[in-house]
C-alpha cells in the first residue's frame, strides 16, 4: 500500500510539473447562478466582409442569418461564445470603423440578476425586460454602467 501511495503522488507531482499552466490558468470557480458570457454584439457598416473577415482570419463559422429589429444580421460561432453582427448605419467617432454594441451575459433568474446589476455603482436600467430571440422565447434587459458600457441580461427559455 505504502508503494502504491507513494506511485500516486509521485505521478500526481509530474504531472503538476508537466502542465503548470493548466492547473494555474484554470478559472476560478464560479458561484451558482453567476451571470457567464453569452455573445458579444457588434454593428458594421457591410455585413458580408464582416461574415468574410470571421470567417477567413478566425475560422469562424456561420450559424444563421437573422433580422436584429430591422437590420440584417448574422450569428457566427466563433468558439467560446456566439458573435452577433448587425448590420447598421455604423457612428463610432470614425469612419468605416465597425463598433461594439454590447457584452450578453447568460442569466437562470432575470429578474434577480437585474436587481442585482441595478445594485452597481453608476448603473442605469437602459430597457426593461422583454421578449427576444427568434422566437421571442427568450427574456433580456439592458443596464448601462460607468462610461456608457451597455449590458444585456438574457434568460433563455426554461
Known sequence: MKHFAQTTGTCLLLLCLA?????ADAPPQRPD??????HIHIYCNRLEPMIEFWIKAFDAHLILRRK???????VLD????PLYIQQSQVNAGKA????????????GDIEAALKKSLAAPEAKLDKDIH????????????????????????????
Do not use: M
Not at 430571440?133 to 426554461?158: D, T
Open 68 to 74: 436584429f429589429g430591422n437590420d440584417d444580421g448574422a
Open 131 to 158: 421578449a427576444v430571440g427568434v422566437e421571442g422565447k427568450s427574456k433580456a434587459a439592458f443596464v448601462r454602467g460607468p462610461e456608457g458600457i451597455l449590458v444585456e441580461l438574457v434568460q433563455p427559455p426554461r
Open 19 to 23: 502542465f503548470p499552466a493548466a492547473a
Open 33 to 38: 447562478g453567476a451571470p457567464v458570457l453569452a
Open 96 to 107: 468605416g470603423i465597425a463598433a461594439y454594441d454590447h457584452i450578453g451575459l447568460r442569466v
Open 78 to 81: 466563433i468558439g467560446t461564445v
